[in-house]
């Protein structure tokens, strides 16, 4: 399977916007598909306008006659329709490979996992029609269609500004979770671009597959320790038991409560998404980053 051509949906969200720069810099020839009433720009990138509505016959057209060989679905994975519309598209026109918008905190691939937080059901949804698709021949020689979900855990760098590690680092205060020595995995924003490029630099060898990948492996009494170094400042520690605080948050979350979903995945994120023994780094060819200086990174541009 050979990959030339890479369409991007979703190019100005958290996700979105650093796989767009991997993209540019790629070999890979890039098109950003973007809706007709979108105002988004793309400086220096072809453009697919396609109709709102996500016309499938009319999505599925533009696609095969811009030759795009995979797609990227950057997009909220709740937008189920919106995401499935894409997927026949793509099957439609003759894409070889696809990622859905599987970019996570958390495994949605675990039933406990979608138990805790309901909203990761939407992403098996896509991933389950993928896999009732991959199997099946297209005419016209399009072969089939392949498709590789990655799954990085918490957006590290992303995260540590806004509460989802737990950390108020403006404040220097630290919620930890069940004593802060449980190891969880996390992926700064740019590793997990390259994640992308690196799928489609391999579309044999991760075709069909859930990848689990990470910056690095941490406890969050390491990632305080490494804050408390970085800022020379002590943080306030509220000690929390996970699953007391989760079964608060469950209600509201189910109500529809923003800040109780946010912190649900937080900490879920923190207590149940380990990805030792099975990380996808090697067969990618990523290294792992460092903790200190991603956080001197993150806490240079705050």
Same mark, same amino acid.
């Given at each position: 399977? %050979? ?14 916007? $650093?796989?767009? !720069?991997?993209?540019k ?13 979108? @105002?988004?720009?793309y /400086? ?6 396609? $109709?709102?509505?996500?016309?499938? $016959? ?49 495994? %949605? ?28 021949? &297209?005419g016209?020689? @399009?072969?089939?269609? %392949?498709?590789?979900?990655?799954? $990085? ?18 404040k &220097? ?12 995995s996390?992926?700064?924003? /740019? ?9 489609? !630099? ?6 069909? @597959?859930?990848?689990y ?5 941490v ?5 305080l %320790?490494?804050?408390?170094k970085?800022?020379?400042? @002590? ?15 469950? /209600? ?18 923190l ?32």
């Open positions: 399977m %050979s990959i030339k051509n890479v369409g991007l949906v979703g190019g100005t969200g958290t996700m979105g916007e $650093p796989i767009l !720069e991997a993209l810099k790629s070999s890979f020839n890039l098109s950003v598909i973007n809706r007709a009433s979108s @105002k988004s720009k /400086p220096g990138v072809d453009i697919i306008t396609v $109709p709102d509505d996500l016309n499938v $016959p009319d999505v599925a057209r533009l696609l095969e006659e811009h030759k795009i060989d995979a797609l990227v679905l950057a997009i909220k994975p709740a937008q189920v329709d919106q995401n499935k519309r894409l997927v026949d598209a793509a099957f439609q026109a003759g894409v070889k490979h696809l990622i859905p918008a599987e970019f996570g905190s958390v495994d %949605s691939a675990d039933a406990k996992t979608r138990e805790v937080y309901p909203i990761a059901d939407c992403k098996k949804v896509i991933r389950d029609y993928l896999i009732s698709l991959q199997d099946q021949k &297209r016209d020689g @399009k072969g089939k269609l %392949s498709w590789t979900g990655l799954v $990085p855990a918490h957006f590290f760098d992303w995260g540590l500004g806004n509460l989802l590690l737990c950390f108020d680092v403006p &220097r205060k630290a919620y930890i979770q069940d004593g802060g020595d449980i190891k969880f996390v992926s700064n924003l /740019p590793f997990i671009a390259d994640a992308v490029v690196k799928v489609f !630099e391999k579309p044999e060898e991760t075709a069909n @597959k859930l990848l990948i990470q910056s690095f492996r406890t969050q009494n390491e990632v %320790s490494a804050l408390e970085v800022t020379g400042d @002590k943080f306030e520690i509220v000690h929390q038991k996970s699953e007391e605080r989760l079964k608060e948050l469950r /209600p509201l979350m189910l109500k529809g409560d923003h800040d109780a979903t946010e912190e649900t995945v937080g900490i879920w994120g207590v149940a998404s380990d990805w030792e023994g099975r990380v996808a780094n090697k067969l990618l060819g990523l290294e792992e980053e460092n903790l200190e200086e991603t956080i001197r990174q993150v806490l240079g541009k705050c």
